[in-house]
């Protein structure tokens, strides 16, 4: 069973930045796709960035396109998402998503490992 922990979430201004972390309980280079989803109050989960096993192709959907980056340390088993020039609309709860095959990264149905989320909330 692979367990991935998220943390760094928080309160911040607009304009402001956050990173958020998503430790795995095995190492992140036996998970060929890893991404990050978030889901705000009464909206459904969305696609926010991917990365491959060795980061050789990073996808982002076109809200977050130039703000955020992901990126992943496989020596720490690390996943990570720098969030800059935060937006009262980024508001939402954030999750970590991992799968030990190359899927397609838009797809929340075809990850098999999840986090519990952790809450992020730009204010205006």
């Known amino acids: 069973q692979v367990q991935l922990v998220e943390s760094g979430g928080g309160l911040v201004q607009a304009g402001g930045s956050l990173r958020l972390s998503c430790a795995a309980s095995i190492r992140t280079f036996s998970i060929a796709t890893m991404g990050w989803f978030r889901q705000a109050p009464g909206k459904e989960r969305e696609f926010v960035a991917a990365?491959?096993?060795?980061?050789?192709?990073?996808y982002y959907a076109d809200s977050v396109k130039g703000r955020f980056t992901i990126s992943r340390d496989n020596n720490k088993n690390t996943l990570y998402l720098q969030m800059n020039s935060l937006k009262p609309e980024d508001t939402a709860v954030y999750y970590c998503?991992?799968?030990?095959?190359?899927?397609?990264?838009?797809?929340?149905?075809?990850?098999?490992?999840w986090g519990q989320g952790t809450q992020v909330t730009g204010s205006s």
């Open positions: 990365m491959t096993r060795s980061g050789g192709s990073t």
């Open positions: 998503a991992g799968d030990k095959s190359y899927i397609t990264p838009y797809r929340a149905s075809e990850y098999d490992y």
